[in-house]
């Protein structure tokens, strides 16, 4: 089975949803939640494999069903972790092995909702062993940059082979309401795919009880794309970069301003970010491989400043650093949508390129600017 995440989105109704059980590998005890119900997880008993259990709602929302070990942070070989689609009033069984695969049936919703899902594994089958190989060549030594490229150049086509499967079962079933299950699943490929799918779908469904729950997705993805768009205007080169003070690891201010004349490189990140700490060590080995080219100026974006002191301390980061309270306009000024964000800022104050992400073609850059 593949499991898919959709947004958290319903709609008004009130009910309960049953959820019956086999799995193996399910252990002892497992806890059911929503996001609105983290601090309240129902206990569900498990024996042999099997539960059954009522679990109230009253709109459409992924119901998550973990062990309860990983509700402490504590996650074990063993651990159980799913997210299963919930609509209120509707029958959902499980079987198969927790750790392997599973099947969701049940209820008319959750029987159409199962041949979405053997589709969706179908479809996906293709472009996952493409990535698999990529992956397993990565770990035998290749250059991730080699690899890049033969996933950029292969991934699009075997993408749109799944896009084309989606939206011909929703063609093929626009009556059944899983059939608006499929929207989400297009979120990547853009708000124009997401609204050819819900056109395909039959008027009992397009204005029925899972209208605001596709819409809702649309919606998400709108603001999203409406959002980057003006991210990238912020962040285009040549923009002037908007100056700040903010309090350095001293407690003294520091203004971007007063490092105009050399290039500043700001990194948007945060000891929270596994992604920002990751990149450390190469940023490490480039601050000292043009050292007195550039300057880092680390943004500490949504921490304590306990918590972010500790991480300077601990990762023993050269460069400077200085700590954006929450209610600082730096991250809108800039339009960083994402972490780690690095804008590399010319010695005129422009900004020369932006960056999100661990990406290698960061310090390709800098070798073009550096060398």
Known sequence: MVMFAVALVGYANDGNLHVKGNLKNAGDTLMVLTRATISTPKTVLVKDGQFEFDFPLNEITDIIVVSPELMRNQRTPNSVQMQLLGVPGES??????????????????????????????????????????????????EPQDKLMKEYQEGMPALQEKVNKAMLDFIKAHPDYEASATIIPQLAQQGVDKMKEAAALLG????????????????????????????????Q?????????????????????????????ILDFWGSWCGWCIKGFPEMKNYYNKYKGKFEILGVDCNDTEQKWKDAVKKHELPWLHVYNPRDSKVLSDYGVQGFPTKIIVGPDG??????????????????????
């Open 203 to 234: 008027e009992s469904v397009k204005n029925g009880r899972m209208k605001s729950y596709y819409q809702r997705v649309i919606d998400q993805v709108e603001a999203r794309a409406k959002a980057e768009a003006e991210a990238a205007k912020k």
């Open 92 to 141: 959902m069984e499980l079987t198969g092995d927790v750790k392997d695969r599973y099947d969701i049936t049940g209820s008319k919703f959750y029987k159409e909702y199962h041949e979405v899902d053997m589709m969706l594994e179908n479809a996906q089958k293709e472009s996952s062993e493409f990535q698999k190989k990529l992956n397993e060549r990565l770990k035998n030594g």
């Open 350 to 371: 422009k900004i020369v390129k932006t960056i999100v992400g661990e990406d290698p073609a960061f310090y390709t850059l800098l070798d073009s600017l550096f060398q």
């Open 236 to 264: 285009a080169a040549g923009v002037q970069a908007p100056d700040f003070t903010l309090n350095d690891i001293n407690g003294k201010p520091l203004s971007l301003s007063s490092l105009r004349g050399k290039y500043v």
